[in-house]
């Protein structure tokens, strides 16, 4: 029987940096009287998590538009440019120190996967910073649909013709991984909790661990 463990990229894997990334290029802007940054992050955070339960569309979309209603909330002056370079960086950003040992040390054993809220053409270059070959690399694009929709995962799983019972699923995301797959009769599922969030024992069973650096004796490599 294949043994594979899927992953969620950003957050997970990769250090995503959107939040400081955000900062920079509204630099210009942030001393805008009466303007509460960690409020603001946090309503681009909650706009991106609503963008995609909508119907799909590309994710550069997703950050264009999203990036615009937070910035008009808090009356923050959008151009079409700062989307541009918000996209413009994701590709930039590497993964967590840890993370490259721990898949070469997966790789022993399992298939190694990714299932991302992304692009084609942006996840390629993260994959290149992480080093390390995947057997699977699953986007939104291709299944027409984000996490936490179940079709995202069902189309994965059909994608590299695998069971949900032979796969183990390892995601930082609370409200998009955790939540959605608790149902999806998934062999195991392991939560990276890297900024101590609450959990719920509502969703489990779920192993939890702080980084992916336990993550290889965990699962017996």
Known sequence: MRQIVTFDAYGTL???QLGPTTLKVLADRLDLD??????????FRVMRFQAVLEAYRPYDEVLHSSMEKAMRLHGLEYRSSDGDALVAAVPTFGPFPEVPDALRALKSRYEIAIISNTDDDLIKHNVANIGVEFDHVITAEQAKAYKPSRETFEYAHNAM????????????????DLI????????RRVWINRYGRQGSTDYRPYDELSDLSALPALLGC
Do not use: C, K, M
Not at 34 to 43: I, T
Not at 161 to 176: C, K, M
């Open 14 to 16: 990769i250090d995503f």
């Open 34 to 43: 009466g303007l509460n940054v960690e409020e603001f992050l946090d309503d």
């Open 161 to 176: 013709g695998v069971e949900p019972s032979s796969v183990i699923h390892v995601a930082q995301g609370w409200e998009y």
């Open 180 to 187: 959605p797959t608790r149902d999806l009769g998934l062999r």
